[in-house]
Structures are given as C-alpha cells and as structure tokens.
C-alpha cells in the first residue's frame, strides 16, 4: 500500500470513528465496542477494495457487503455517509422516529444496505444466498460478509459456512471480527471459540488471520482472498472492542455503552478533539 492510499485511509478511518461515536452519544447509548472494531475494516472495503456507485445503490454490479453482526450498524451507516450514500445528517437521526437509519440495518429504509440484519446468525446465510445467485447469473461480484465472534455461538453460521466452502463460494469473502468479547463477557468465559481461524481450515476455508486495525494488512489479505479460484475463503480480525479508543477499549462493560454522565460525556469530547485533529494531520 502507498503512502497515499495508506494516509487517505487513515483519514476515511478516523472519520468514520468519529461520526460514529457521535451519533450514539446523540442517541445516548449504543453498540459503540463493535461498532469501533471493524472501522478499519470498514475503511478499506469502502476507500480501496469495494465496487459501488453511491449514486446509484442498486448498481448491479456493485459489491455487497453483509453485516450479520446487525448491531455494528452505526459504523456503517457513517462510513456510508462518507463516501456520499446519503447525507451526513442522517447520522444525527440514528435510532429515532421515522429515521432511515435503525439501530440495526434494515435494506428497505438506508442507500447502500443490501440485507437486513440483527437476529444473529441469520446474515450468513443471506451472503450465502447472495453469493450463489451472483454465481448463478454469472455476475463477478463479491459479497462481503461481516460476522462477530459472539455470534458464531449461533448454529447457523456454521450452517452456512459449510454450504459456503462445499460450494466453494469463492466470490464471499468471510471477514470474523474476533474482538473477544460479547454482551455477557469474554468469547472464552461464555462459550470458548477455541481457534476460530483453525475451525474454519477445518470447514474448508482457505483462511488468514491479521491485525484488525493494520489497514494493509487487511488490504493484502483480501486481495490474497481475491487470487483463490477454487476454494472458500475466510480473513480471521483481531480486534478489540472499542478498537482506536482507549478509552472504550479499556472500559469493561464496552459492549454498549451509555452516555450519561458527566464524566463520559467530558472524556468523549476529548476524544473527538483528538481524532478530528488527526484527520488534519493525515488530510
């Protein structure tokens, strides 16, 4: 990656984080941890590796992208907004009365969302979907799909992997975000995953496992995705929940948090303070 790309990115990137830990402070609590973990991710599909027309969503040639992890949807509604699916306003309505934006992601209401998603687990199988019909008209798109590591508790992922590698769905590029934590607590403490990367070889995955927030790592990885012919593939994150934020990476109960206090509330301003000025640096 050059060193253009790679401050143009780190730039895409801390927006992002910033329009999205604004618009929770806004609605006054959210999924802020997971939302945060797949910024970087989020950065690189849409600023490098993504095919899509904003002006047009419903391209048909465009790449999808699957959040089955529902509840990270704030991230990607200000990542949307970035790039010029809909106005950056929106992002202030998250969550509210007759917004296009939900707490979670619905196809019917936002530009550029292609699967409804948030009853965990229920994402894979659509990618799955998705992938094959685009297989099937002989359409050379990807869909990308984004599955938490809490949510692989849920047997249907593993449903769907399955159905994924026997196909051999090559053209959906399964990205787990492994932050290590969920509602309860740890993966480990609530339902050890064990080796999430080796579980996936073992599925039929042709799978690498990177940094979560080392953006050319995630670039490369997926191209390395992208060179399999004949063969499912599978990019293992590792993440933190709050990822970028130390503030939010270090607090425990990061899951979702509530902004309501004066404390959290003084300490959020210094983080945006902190992140806007680094987007002046890397622009």
Known sequence: MDKQTRS??????????????????????????GSLSIVELLAVLYGKQ????AKNPNWEARDRLVISKGHAGVAW????????FFDKEWLLTVNQGGTNLPSHPDRTKTPGVDATTGSLGQGTSVAA???????MQKNDAYVYLIVGDGELNEGQCWEAFQYIAHFKLNNCIVIIDENKKQ????????????????????????????????M?????????CKAVEDQAVCLVLDTIKGQG??????????????????AILEETDKILADLRELTKERG
């Open 8 to 33: 143009k990115l780190e730039v895409l990137a801390a927006t992002i984080r910033i329009d999205t830990i604004e618009a929770i402070r806004k609605i006054g609590a959210g999924h802020i941890g």
């Open 245 to 262: 934020v130390k503030y939010f990476e270090e607090m425990d109960a990061n899951h979702s948090v509530k902004f309501d206090n004066e």
């Open 77 to 84: 509604y200000s990542t949307l907004a970035e790039v010029g």
């Open 216 to 224: 050319a790592a995630i670039d490369q990885a997926i191209e390395d």
């Open 129 to 135: 979907g998705m992938a094959t019909g685009l297989k």
């Open 183 to 214: 509602l309860d607590g740890s993966t480990e403490e609530i339902m050890n995953p064990f080796d999430i990367a080796e579980k996936m070889r073992a599925f039929g995955f042709k799978t690498s496992r990177v940094k979560g927030n080392d």
């Open 50 to 53: 993504m095919t899509y027309d």
